[in-house]
């Protein structure tokens, strides 16, 4: 086995893994302001970008194999390569929610997809949403166990941003018609998923540090819903 | 190598796929008959049985990191191992989709989230979602290349049943509200959710297989959407 040439290859997973987080980070944020500005060429370009995610993520499933077939790594080195696999998917679905908000901002142009009462709602998650993948980037280089938890905690967030869009649409005052509320809908959706996918790649870190699942790792139960 | 133990192993990998897809399938089935007849019990149970699939995927995917680190694995049987821990993701995020139609319909319960002219086309779509787990279960066994290619075809029958939602709400003639809007909305999403995941399920079947992905194999060009 050629071990210098193993781990540059184990090195070059976490770095693919690094760029698509990067990636997909910025391309939420990006999304995000395509949809509150109706600005097409943003929304264009996010859509056009999604490609970059999907090769790289199918450029890292093949050297993991690779890698799995001839180095036969194990203890933590099998758990980079083995989790590298979850969270290339995780990522790569992250970069089709940022696509679908893009999309999303294209199909309602030259018009604003989103009204009034709900852009600070959207803003907030949208911005959280890239937060929350720019700290997941950052554990998948420092496997920093308690930085990895902290997404699960700070994802509470996005859940109660999610509820507020639904107490919107069901008020009485809403009068934006159901277009817009199925848009509502649906945003609300792929910001939630998108952070729930940065969370999953935390807790991926935490299992390829510790062995651990994160929720045996987190001090309150898991919830019921 | 324990030669024998080891592809028992490998079978017991691929049983428990089957078993989660069955699970799951089956949980879509029951979670749409709840949802079409407002019945609570029925709702109940299917909320109750996603905990199994769970604690199916964990166990699977320790068995499959244990295989990949006593065994070292290669060629077909690599990829089953890695295609495997995919496809458990896959299953069981399709468990939490019957689980998330399941909730709806306790949610609403007295009354029914759907209302009349929905019922055919979630019913429809209920149907199918359970049909294509059915079919992912089977080249889950049967390795059958074509039979999996098959699944991405079926899928646009599903495509076209979530514009049909769309149809129907954005119609002047849409006088159930918001409310019954944006559990429609989300409804739809969670069925085609589920189909693709079905769908995944059997493309990493054809590259199991053939070391290929199916987007390669697949004559028609893929879509841009």
Chains 1, 2 share one sequence.
Do not use: C
Not at 13 to 19: A, K, P, Q, R, S
């Amino acid at each position: 086995m050629m071990r210098e040439h193993y781990h540059e290859e184990l090195e070059s997973i976490t770095d693919g893994l690094v760029e698509m987080a990067n990636l997909v980070g910025s391309a939420i944020g990006r999304a995000t302001t395509a949809l509150l500005d109706a600005d097409l060429h943003l929304a264009e370009n996010v859509i056009s970008g999604d490609e970059k995610v999907d090769d790289l993520q199918r450029d890292l499933e093949e050297r993991a194999i690779t890698l799995l077939a001839r180095q036969q790594p194990v203890a933590t080195d099998l758990r980079i390569v083995v989790t590298s696999l979850r969270m290339s998917a995780d990522l790569e679905r992250s970069g089709d929610l940022a696509h679908h908000v893009a999309r999303l901002a294209r199909l309602r142009y030259p018009g604003h997809a989103i009204p009034r009462d709900l852009r600070r709602t959207i803003l907030e998650m949208g911005q959280l949403a890239q937060r929350l993948m720019a700290q997941a980037a950052e554990v998948l280089t420092t496997h920093d166990v308690d930085a990895a938890l902290q997404l699960d905690k700070d994802d509470d967030r996005m859940d109660e941003l999610h509820r507020t869009i639904f107490q919107h649409l069901m008020d009485e005052q809403w009068h934006h018609g159901v277009e817009t509320a199925v848009d509502a809908t649906l945003v609300g959706r792929y910001y939630e998923r998108f952070a729930d996918h940065a969370v999953a790649v935390a807790r991926h870190v935490v299992f390829l540090v510790t062995g651990q699942h994160a929720d045996d790792l987190l001090t309150e139960p898991p919830t019921t819903t």
